[in-house]
């Protein structure tokens, strides 16, 4: 093995300690990788071409962060928590339960809907708070707990929602694996196999939610 090729990965970690431009550092590191291997600078370029090419799309996760700040920056947090407080019936642990509903479904069907960045920390965990100040002041070890709960709510639909979804990448990966391990599987039948573990995940989730609504109810109680 050729170990002076690692020489990429040691520029990268100097690039990165110096905060250099990230564009720059790995440009840098992919071509010297890939002259140490011995490849032509003409194939090189091909190379990192067409691996910006094939993973363009994934830019667009980046422009998501600087739109999200400056709603955040003009109130959206704020307008989330009002909105739900206007409805009398709202409550935390129902608008948890309600996204992990509605995120598992969107999973399910491949809809990339949902989010840590752009849906949970500006929309859902404001909302989930609003309806909780209205029956209690949130003390800091409650409202830790329904970050958490908030945060878990995207894990929850996604992890166990994607791969109801027969031609998932989670999916094909698991078939994949399990061909070469020499189980005839198809990805029909994981995906089936998948939707047990994602009902079973609905009920805990919405057991969850309901505990840490009942313990915002003895809260009340004690005030």
């Known amino acids: 093995m050729n ?4 020489i990429g ?17 790995v ?11 011995g490849m032509p600078i003409v194939e090189v370029l091909d190379v990192i071409g067409k691996g910006f090419v094939n993973n363009r799309y994934m830019s ?14 003009y109130g959206l947090k704020d307008r989330a928590a009002e909105a739900i407080q206007k409805m009398k019936s ?8 309600l996204y992990i509903l509605i995120r598992w479904a969107a ?13 949970v920390r500006p929309l859902i965990l404001p909302m989930a708070e609003g309806a909780a100040n209205k029956k209690v002041e949130l ?11 908030a945060g878990a709510a995207e894990n929850y639909g996604n992890f166990f929602g994607q791969n109801i979804f027969p031609v998932a990448s989670g999916v094909l990966l698991i078939q994949g694996t399990l061909n070469q391990a020499g189980y005839d599987v198809t990805n029909g ?3 089936k196999s998948s939707i047990l573990a994602g009902v079973s995940m609905l009920i805990l989730a919405l057991v969850q939610c309901y505990l840490y609504e009942r313990r915002l109810r003895k809260d009340m109680k004690h005030v």
């Open 3 to 6: 170990y002076w090729v690692l």
């Open 9 to 25: 990965v040691l520029i990268i970690v100097i690039g990165f300690v110096l905060k250099l431009d990230v564009v720059a550092v």
């Open 27 to 37: 440009l840098i590191s992919g071509l010297v990788t890939g002259l140490i291997a």
């Open 60 to 73: 667009l996760f980046f422009l998501s962060l600087p739109l999200i700040a400056i709603m955040e920056r």
């Open 90 to 97: 709202a409550s935390a642990g129902g608008v948890v339960g």
């Open 107 to 119: 999973a399910a069907l491949s809809l990339r809907l949902g989010g840590h960045v752009q849906f």
């Open 139 to 149: 003390s800091d070890k409650r409202l830790e707990e329904l970050k958490g709960l």
């Open 189 to 191: 039948e994981i995906a």
